[in-house]
């Protein structure tokens, strides 16, 4: 059986970790997750006697990722209010200066060092009357793994 845990550091506002696919406050609702490209920020030398450019350092520079949720009104104290306290929770959760994103399948964990998140609310007059709400959160994290391959 596949499962999907995920979860976001709150050292920063010091709180313990957020469950953010628990199902009762959050749901993950991504189609794709850790999926973005990688790309190189090089440093290059060129003079007019060599062809091209010769490369004199690379790393790989921070990755753009995108990643939605599903928010939902909880248990307590439930109704539009814990839908407001959910939201305010997990836009602070992506909001902090640092923060690690992990997400882990089946017990394995990757865990990604990331930066302030973008984000966009999508609340419809049919998701305000279930309860629901949809953010979808451009996460800046760092290209390499804290943990995991």
């Known amino acids: 059986m596949n499962t999907l845990v995920a979860a976001v ?8 970790d957020l469950d953010i696919n628990d199902h009762t406050n959050f749901i993950l609702s991504s189609d794709s997750i850790l999926s973005a490209t990688v790309s190189w920020r090089r440093n290059q030398a060129q003079s007019p006697f060599v062809e091209s450019q010769i490369l004199i350092s ?7 990722d995108s990643v939605a949720f599903e928010v939902l009104a909880g248990k307590v ?8 306290a959910n939201l305010k929770t997990l836009i602070d959760a992506f909001s902090q200066f640092s923060f690690n994103f992990t997400v882990q399948w089946d017990g394995v964990p990757y865990t990604y060092a990331c930066q302030p998140a973008d984000y966009a609310i999508d609340w419809t007059s049919g998701r305000a009357q279930a309860q629901q709400l949809r953010v979808k959160f451009s996460l800046y994290r760092s290209p390499v793994p804290v943990q995991g391959v």
């Not at 550091?9 to 313990?16: E, P, Q, W």
């Not at 104290?77 to 407001?84: E, I, K, R, T, V």
């Open 9 to 16: 550091s709150r050292d920063l506002l010091g709180l313990a």
């Open 58 to 64: 690379a790393v790989r520079d921070l990755v753009q």
């Open 77 to 84: 104290p439930g109704g539009h209010a814990g839908l407001q």
